[in-house]
C-alpha cells in the first residue's frame, strides 16, 4: 500500500492538472466571473491558488534544505506583488506556480517523504511532508473546485483529493478544524459528530476538534467523502446529497463551518 504522503502528492498533480486544462480555456470575461468562493473572482481565486504556491515552495524549499523559513515580509510582499497583477497574470501564473510546487513534492526520495518536516510559523509542532502536502492539495483541490463551480453547478472535489483529505483531516491536519469552525452557532452545547464516511469524529464544543471514534456520539452525518469536505470547508450547496441525524442539524453545521 502506498503511503498517505504518495497519495497526496498523486492527489496533488491529478487537481492540479484538472485545474491547468480549465484555465488554458477561460477567456478574459471568465476570469471576471463570481467564484465558489462569495468574494473572489475566478481570477482572485486563481491568484490565491498562485500566491500560495509560491509562499508554500519557499518554505518547502528551506525545510529541506534545513534553513529557516521566509518570514512574514516575504509572505507579504508575495501578496502584494500577486494582488497587483492583471486577471489574465493571476491565472496563467497560478498555473505555474502550482506546477512548481507539485514537482517538488513529486523530487522527493521516498526517504525525505517520511523524514523531511517543515515547521509552519502558525504551529508549535513541525509537520511531516505527509500533512505539508495536504495542507496544499485542501487549498488547491477547494480553490479548483471554486473555479470548475463558476461554469459548472455540479462540479465536485475528484475523489482522489477527497479521499487523500478525509485520511488527512482524521490525522495531520486535524488542527485546521480548529481555525475553521466556528462553533458559536450551536450555542454552547457539545456535540460529538460521526462522519463514518470519511472515517473520523468531531467535537464541537467550545471548540471544534477530531477526537477518537466513541459510542457516546450524538449526532451522524451521513455523506461521501467529498461532500463532507465540501462542507467542513463552507461549499456545500443546498442541491448536495446530505442527511444528519441527533442532537444537532445540517444547517446548524453549515453555520459551524462557514468557509474560507
Known sequence: MTSLADRTITALRTTHDALAARVAGLSDEQLLQGSGASEWTVAQALSHIGSGGEIGLAGFRSAVAGEPAPDQSFN?????RWNAMS???QASE????SALLVEAFEALTAEQRESVAVKLPFLSFPLPIAGVAGMRLNELALHTWDVEVAFDSTAVVNAEAASALAEQTAGHLAFMLGFTGKPAGLSGRVVTLDVPSS????EI???VSVVPASPATTATLAASSETALRLLSGRFRDTDTATVTGNVTLDELR???PGF
Open 76 to 80: 507579504e510582499g508575495v501578496w502584494a
Open 87 to 89: 486577471p489574465r497574470e
Open 94 to 97: 497560478a498555473i505555474v506556480h
Open 199 to 202: 472515517g473520523f469524529v468531531l
Open 205 to 207: 464544543g467550545e471548540a
Open 255 to 257: 453555520q459551524v463551518f
